[in-house]
């Protein structure tokens, strides 16, 4: 959709009030400017609802479920009400069985997932996911992981998977794992598609949506996918919690994911010296320990806001937004978007680059230092999928980046710039006109490799 396009539909939402607008950050040529935080795929910044809400809830703070004061009870109705709130807010209520378990992230809901697959379960999981999604599966030595080569359009998706799903019929239980929308590219992928071949061959399916989730209304019963995870930091609530929302049949019949208090029933020693466990049936049943309340709860409230301002609205802002980045990157030839699907594929508000001629790590250094500005550069915790869009040899592996080359070198990495709902029309703007300072008259400073990253060069 071209700007214009967008401008001309008044639906477009005002950005969000979140928490730190009103930073500045100090500028190595001097002077201080107010961030902008473009790295929203990594960690939104709260949403100033959710700290409001937090912040009036934190007084009546108390324990929840095992409390008989006051506070515990109204901490526990609270708790139990945020599930209600986020099952709601995924549509899980309206398909019978539906459980919403509280968890720490995304990458916590698919080792729990993982953890609780009926025996000898086969696994289909595209190369191109977030290593949270790709790497949970081989833990349990009976799962049998199919690992699928990068599609390059949505519908080679969906021929990959049916095609991978009939060659190895028949097997028994089986799991698709697919992202919604990349954490590398930004594109959606076609979930609706995958989960209809997924079940027309007897599998299930589970949404990675901690990309999509603070972009998109997620409706887990229209998608028809069995299990959605995602993220509070990344839906504008950083408080430490993630949620695995979906089918309870396989959650209820494995054993817990931790064992402890809070999960079990009932506990007696058995004559023989031992412990007998009756373990919840309930979402309980996998939370065990003291549970995360303001962590649900401002899980809750973010989806009630995003609900409230009206996901049409701020979908229509972001695009305009991508439109505004997009078309600011192509009118600079040394930059190349990373794209699995192409042009036209539809997207989030993240985007990865490379600068031609550019050390990533060197530029994303210098949009911080000469602009305030904050992006992320490396493998985005996304190797295979990046190297394949950069056609990189396979390097050593890093956590979350990889060894970068000295600045001006070559890079095998990539600047990932990614917004939301919070985002002002300054910043993207500002982004755009960084980058085109930077490839026209190169950086101002002189920067150095510290601990593999590139930083500015302060000693002289
Ligand atoms: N999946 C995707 C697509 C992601 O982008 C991320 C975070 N970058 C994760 C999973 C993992 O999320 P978390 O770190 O919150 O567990």
């Known amino acids: 959709m071209s700007v214009s396009a967008v401008a001309a539909d008044r639906s477009v939402c005002a950005p969000l009030p979140v928490l730190g607008r009103d930073v500045l950050v100090p500028l190595v040529t001097g002077g201080e400017v107010d961030y902008a935080a473009l790295d929203y795929a990594a960690?939104?910044?709260a949403l100033q609802r959710v700290w409001d809400d937090v912040a009036a809830y934190a007084p009546y703070y108390g324990s929840v479920h095992r409390g008989a004061g006051y506070l515990s009870q109204l901490s526990t109705d609270l708790f139990e009400n945020s599930r209600a709130t986020i099952a709601k807010f995924l549509g899980c209520g309206r398909r019978e069985g539906d459980q919403v378990v509280f968890t720490r992230s995304t990458t916590d809901s698919l080792n729990l997932l993982a953890a609780v697959l009926p025996q000898n379960t086969r696994v289909f999981v595209f190369e191109t996911e977030h290593h949270a999604s790709l790497l949970p599966w081989e833990q349990r030595p009976d799962t049998a992981v199919t690992y699928l080569n990068a599609p390059r359009t949505p519908q080679q998706a969906v021929d990959t998977l049916e095609k991978a799903l009939a060659e190895r019929e028949p097997y028994g239980?089986?799991?698709?794992?697919?992202?919604?929308?990349?954490?590398?590219?930004?594109?959606?992928?076609?979930?609706?598609?995958?989960?209809?071949?997924?079940?027309?061959?007897?599998?299930?399916?589970?949404?990675?949506?901690?990309?999509?989730?603070?972009?998109?209304?997620?409706?887990?019963?229209?998608?028809?996918?069995?299990?959605?995870?995602?993220?509070?930091?990344?839906?504008?609530?950083?408080?430490?919690?993630?949620?695995l929302a979906g089918r309870a049949d396989w959650l209820?019949?494995?054993?817990?994911?931790?064992?402890?208090?809070?999960?079990?029933?009932?506990?007696?020693?058995?004559?023989?010296?031992?412990?007998?466990?009756?373990?919840?049936?309930?979402?309980?049943?996998?939370?065990?320990?003291?549970?995360?309340?303001?962590?649900?709860?401002?899980?809750?409230?973010?989806?009630?806001?995003?609900?409230?301002?009206?996901?049409?609205?701020?979908?229509?802002?972001?695009?305009?937004?991508?439109?505004?980045?997009?078309?600011?990157?192509?009118?600079?030839?040394?930059?190349?978007?990373?794209s699995l699907f192409g042009d036209d594929a539809p997207r989030v508000g993240v985007?990865?680059?490379?600068?031609?001629?550019?050390?990533?790590?060197?530029?994303?250094?210098?949009?911080?230092?000469?602009?305030?500005?904050?992006?992320?550069?490396?493998?985005?915790?996304?190797?295979?999928?990046?190297?394949?869009?950069?056609?990189?040899?396979?390097?050593?592996?890093?956590?979350?980046?990889?060894?970068?080359?000295?600045?001006?070198?070559r890079s095998l990495n990539a600047i990932r710039v990614s917004f939301g709902a919070g985002t002002p029309d300054e910043h993207v703007e500002r982004f755009v006109r960084a980058v085109k300072e930077l490839v026209a008259d190169g950086a101002r400073w002189n920067y150095r490799t510290e601990d593999g990253r590139c930083v500015p060069d302060t000693s002289a």
């Open 173 to 243: 239980p089986a799991l698709v794992c697919v992202t919604g929308a990349s954490n590398v590219t930004g594109e959606l992928w076609p979930v609706r598609e995958l989960a209809a071949a997924a079940h027309a061959h007897g599998a299930r399916i589970v949404l990675d949506a901690a990309q999509l989730a603070p972009h998109h209304p997620i409706d887990i019963a229209e998608l028809d996918v069995d299990w959605v995870a995602f993220s509070g930091h990344k839906l504008y609530a950083p408080f430490g919690a993630g949620v």
């Open 252 to 338: 209820q019949a494995a054993e817990p994911y931790l064992a402890g208090g809070g999960a079990s029933r009932k506990v007696s020693r058995r004559t023989d010296g031992g412990v007998d466990v009756e373990w919840h049936t309930t979402a309980a049943r996998h939370e065990a320990g003291s549970p995360n309340v303001i962590g649900a709860y401002a899980i809750a409230s973010a989806c009630q806001a995003l609900t409230e301002a009206g996901f049409d609205g701020l979908v229509a802002r972001e695009q305009e937004l991508i439109a505004r980045v997009r078309e600011g990157l192509a009118e600079v030839p040394e930059v190349k978007v990373l």
């Open 351 to 409: 985007l990865s680059f490379v600068v031609e001629g550019w050390n990533s790590s060197h530029f994303a250094a210098a949009l911080s230092a000469e602009y305030g500005i904050g992006v992320r550069d490396g493998l985005f915790c996304a190797h295979p999928l990046v190297r394949t869009l950069l056609g990189s040899e396979p390097q050593e592996p890093g956590e979350c980046g990889a060894p970068e080359a000295a600045p001006g070198e």
């Open 43 to 45: 960690s939104a910044p």
